[in-house]
């Protein structure tokens, strides 16, 4: 049972769908199974993180941002993929490092996610995006 989520992003952070994703769940007759969550992009992540504390996301995207700056950051003035803007590249290092899929069990037709965890898609560039997620559910 495949189908996908398109998610608009307005530039770097944390978009959650969770609520998207149990919305389409409950139009599904398989009841116990996996989904598989996969973003079909090469400058952005998804997550499972925690979605009670705004704070969370705002430290993940700054330590992200620490470890891989910008090109115009002299630290990282040895990379040569740079025509497509200063945040290209360290976009496509950062979704090297996060995952671009997810693997969530079904039981009884619901998430098996943990009481403060939500899905996220982890937007790595400056500019809006329209973002393309696939996902499957399968016994």
Known sequence: MGHGFTIQTQGPG????????VRWLASKTLDDGLLTLYVRHTSCSLLIQENADPEVQTDLQNFLHRLVPPTTDPSMSYLTHTYEG?????????????????????QSGRLVLGTWQGIYLFEH???PHTRHVAAHLGP
């Open 86 to 106: 200063p945040d290209d590249m360290p976009a496509h290092i950062k979704a090297a490092l996060l995952p671009v899929s997810l693997s969530i069990p079904v």
């Open 125 to 127: 560039r400056n500019a």
């Open 14 to 21: 944390l978009y959650e769908f969770t609520t998207d994703v």
